[in-house]
C-alpha cells in the first residue's frame, strides 16, 4: 500500500529517519485480478525533513486508484552502539 512504498523510498536514502507526516488519498478501487503500478519520488528535502510522493496506478497507467504523501524526519541522535536513535 502507499505508506509502504513511499517509506522504502525514505529508508534506502536516508541514515535512519521518523514518519512527522503520512495522508493516503483513495481514489479507486482496484479491480481484482488486475496488475497494479507502485511508484514513489522523493519531492524535495529541507535540512533533516524529506518530502515524498506516490501513486498506485493501472498497469497501464491510465487509472490512479490511490496517491499518498509524507514527510520524514532524519533522526539526529547517535545511542551508544551507534545506531541512530528515535527517541
Known sequence: DIPIH??????????GSFTAKLSTEFVKMVPLGTTQKFTAKI????GRKTF??????????????????????????ISAIGHRSFL
Do not use: F
Open 6 to 15: 513511499v517509506s522504502v523510498a525514505v529508508w534506502r536514502t536516508t541514515d
Open 43 to 46: 519531492d524535495k528535502r529541507e
Open 52 to 77: 515524498v510522493s506516490g501513486t498506485i496506478e493501472s498497469g497501464d497507467g491510465k487509472t490512479i486508484y490511490a496517491r499518498g504523501s509524507g514527510v520524514w524526519v532524519e533522526s539526529n541522535k
